[in-house]
C-alpha cells in the first residue's frame, strides 16, 4: 500500500496479523509509534519510510523481529538512542533509518561480528561520539552512510580496511584532526567516497591512486597540504573530483590528462600554480564544469602575496575573488543516495538545484548521472 494517501493511525485490528511476512506502507502520511508494530513477530521486510512514525526504536528489535532482514524507517521522527542490538542482529541485511532524530552514540561491540548487515544509512541524525573501531568486524558491510551528524573523535583506521564497501560517506561530521590513512589503497571495491569537511589534514596518500573503481572522490573543505597525487590520474573511472577548500599546492598533475570520464573538477581555494596543461591540452571530452584560482597580473601587486593564488586555465571558469559567482561556492555536495533495491548502485549524482541529465552507458548498471549546468 505504498506510495498512496493514507492518513491517520493504523487501525486496532492490524494486530490479528501477527503472520505477516511483509509490510509495506511507505510515503503515505501514517502516524504510528514504532513500538506498536512490535506485535509482527514473523516480520522480514519493513517498509515505512517517508511517514509520520515516532518513538523509539528499543533492544526489542532482536526478541520481536528475529527474522527481519530489509528494515527502512527513514525519513520519519524516530528518537532515542539506536538499540543496542542493531549491529548483532542476526538477520538484518538493509538498514536504512536515515533522516531521523536518532541520537548518542554507535553502539558497535565485539558482538558486531555476528552482523549480517550489508547497507547501513543512518545519515542526517543526531548520533554523537567516536566511531567504534569495532566497526571493522562489520565485514559484510556494502554501503555506509553516516553523514550529516555529531560525530566527533578520531576516524578509526580500522574503518578504511573494510574490504567490501562501495559506498563510504562520513562527510560533514566533527572529527578530531587526522590523516587519510595510506591502507585506504586497500578499499579495492570502493566508487564512491566521501570526506568532506571532517577535518582531514596531511598529504592525500599516493596509495588513494589504487582506487580503480571510484567514481566520486569528496575531499572538499579540509586542511589537505602538500601536492596532489600523480597516481590520481590512474584513476580510469573517476567522473567528479572535489578537491576545493583546502590547502594544496604546486601544479595540476600531468596525469589527469588520463582522466577520460572526468566530468566536474573543482580545484578553487586551494594554492596551485602554473598551466593546466593536463585538463586544457587536450581538453578532455568529457568535462562540463572545472573550476580553478587565478590572479589576474594587472590587478595585483609584485611581489605576489603569498596567499594570492595564480593558475593559468584558458579552459576552467577562474575564480579569481572569493566572493564572484564564478567561484562556485554552493555546497557541491552527492546527495541523492544509492537506493538498496537497485543493489546498491548509485542512479544519479545531484549537486545542487540547477540540473541537466547526462546519459552514461554502463555495461553493469543503467546509470544516469545529473549534474549541474556548467
Known amino acids: 500500500m505504498a506510495n498512496n494517501n493514507i492518513t491517520g493511525e493504523l487501525p486496532t485490528s492490524i494486530e490479528n496479523m501477527a503472520s505477516l511476512l511483509t509490510l509495506n506502507l511507505a510515503e503515505n502520511d501514517i502516524e504510528v509509534d514504532i513500538g506498536y508494530l512490535a506485535f509482527l513477530t514473523n516480520i522480514q521486510a519493513l517498509f515505512l519510510q517517508g511517514n ?8 526489542w528489535i532482536q526478541i520481536q523481529w528475529p527474522k527481519i532482514e530489509v528494515l527502512d524507517l527513514s525519513d520519519n521522527l524516530i528518537l532515542g538512542p539506536l538499540p543496542d542490538t542493531l549491529f548483532r542482529h542476526p538477520s538484518l ?16 561491540d565485539e558482538g558486531s561480528q555476528l552482523s549480517t548487515i550489508m547497507f547501513l544509512a543512518l545519515q542526517e541524525n543526531q548520533l554523537s561520539g567516536p566511531i567504534s573501531p569495532f566497526i571493522s568486524y562489520m565485514t559484510n558491510l556494502n554501503h555506509l552512510d553516516l553523514s550529516s551528524n555529531l560525530l566527533n573523535g578520531a576516524i578509526p583506521e580500522a574503518m578504511f580496511t573494510l574490504p567490501g564497501l562501495v559506498y ?20 579495492a571495491s570502493l566508487v564512491d567516497l566521501s570526506l568532506k569537511k571532517t577535518n582531514r589534514i596531511g598529504q592525500i596518500p599516493n596509495t588513494i591512486g ?7 572522490l569528496d575531499l572538499d573543505d579540509n586542511l589537505l597540504t602538500g601536492e596532489i597525487p600523480e597516481s590520481i590520474g590512474g584513476m580510469d573511472n573517476l ?11 604546486g601544479e595540476i598533475p600531468m596525469s589527469f590528462s588520463n582522466l577520460q570520464k572526468l566530468s566536474i573538477l573543482l580545484l578553487n581555494q586551494n594554492s596551485l600554480t602554473g598551466p593546466a596543461e593536463a585538463i586544457c591540452a587536450p581538453r578532455l571530452p568529457t ?3 572545472f573550476v580553478g ?20 586555465c584558458p579552459c576552467c571558469t577562474l575564480c579569481c575573488q572569493d566572493s564572484s559567482p564564478s567561484c562556485n561556492n554552493l555546497e557541491w555536495f552527492g546527495d541523492l543516495d544509492p537506493i538498496w533495491e537497485y543493489k546498491y548502485a548509485r542512479r544519479a549524482y545531484r549537486f545542487n538545484e540547477d540540473l541537466i541529465v547526462v546519459p552514461v552507458v554502463d555495461a553493469d548498471v543503467d546509470t544516469e548521472f545529473i549534474m549541474p549546468v556548467p
Open 52 to 59: 509520520r512514525v515516532y518513538g523509539q526504536l528499543g533492544d
Open 293 to 312: 584560482d587565478c590572479v589576474k597580473p594587472d590587478e595585483v601587486s609584485f611581489p605576489i602575496p603569498v596567499d594570492t593564488i595564480e593558475l593559468d
Open 239 to 249: 567522473t567528479f573530483l572535489f578537491l576545493q577548500k583546502n590547502g594544496l599546492v
Open 287 to 289: 568535462i562540463v564544469t
Open 210 to 216: 589504487q582506487l580503480s573503481k571510484l567514481v566520486l
Open 93 to 108: 541485511v538493509i538498514v536504512d533509518l536515515h533522516n531521523n532524530q536518532f541520537s548518542g552514540p554507535l553502539l558497535i
Open 168 to 187: 563510504l560517506f562520513l562527510a560533514y561530521n566533527n572529527f578530531e584532526p587526522g590523516a587519510i590513512p595510506v591502507s585506504i589503497g586497500g578499499m
